[in-house]
Structure formats: structure tokens, C-alpha cells
């Protein structure tokens, strides 16, 4: 079965690049356009991974992050952040709030693949 990766990102054609970097890893892409439908999209249906903004209308990468690691079913759930912040404060709040992994953009898109699948194989590791 091909892993599911959730993209959670405001910008469409940021969503766009991801989803065909992602597809042609030949894994599956669901998409969000804020946190808050993140957050309703794994509740739906939890995927393998989730690749998450920061900054984002709505319900902010923070705000996702914190109601994902309140639900016991969601704790070991991957989560990269993938933002434009630069500020170091952010990093470290994101991995207080649990994330996996933290990338700045602009990103490497090897780098991006090589980090998921990275993730994606402590996963499976575990589960």
C-alpha cells in the first residue's frame, strides 16, 4: 500500500510543487489549505505523514500541531514543518509542540523527498 501524505499549505502553488514531488515518489497526496482542515482531514482518515506551514489563515501550523499531539491516536503521527520563518523561536516551538522534522523554504526538493522517506521508514519502524 502507497503511504498517504497529508499537505497542509495555504499557497496553491506551493501545494501544486509538493503534490508532484510527492506523486512522483509514487506515494498519495491529500491536501489542506489551513490547519483547521488539516486537522478535520486526519481525524477523517490519518495518514502517514504531514507536511505543515506555519503561517496559515484560519488555524495557524501551531494550532494544528497542538490539537494533533492532544489525541492519543495522533501522537506518533509524523509531522515536518515545512515553512518560510526564519526565526529560530519557531523551530524550537515546533518541536516543543512535537513535530518530526523542520525544514525552512525555500527547500531542496531531494532534500524534502530524502527527509519523508526518512520519516516515513522510522514509522514503519515502529509501527
Known sequence: MKP???????????RTILRLQLLSQNWEVAEAVNGAEGFACVQQSVPDLVILDLMMPVMDGF????????????????ILILTASEDERNRIKGFQYQADSYMSKPYDLDELTDEVSRLLASRSATA
Open 4 to 14: 498517504r501524505i497529508l499537505v497542509v499549505e495555504d499557497d496553491p502553488d506551493l
Open 63 to 78: 494550532g494544528f500541531l497542538k490539537r494533533t499531539r492532544s489525541l492519543m491516536h495522533l501522537q506518533d503521527l509524523p
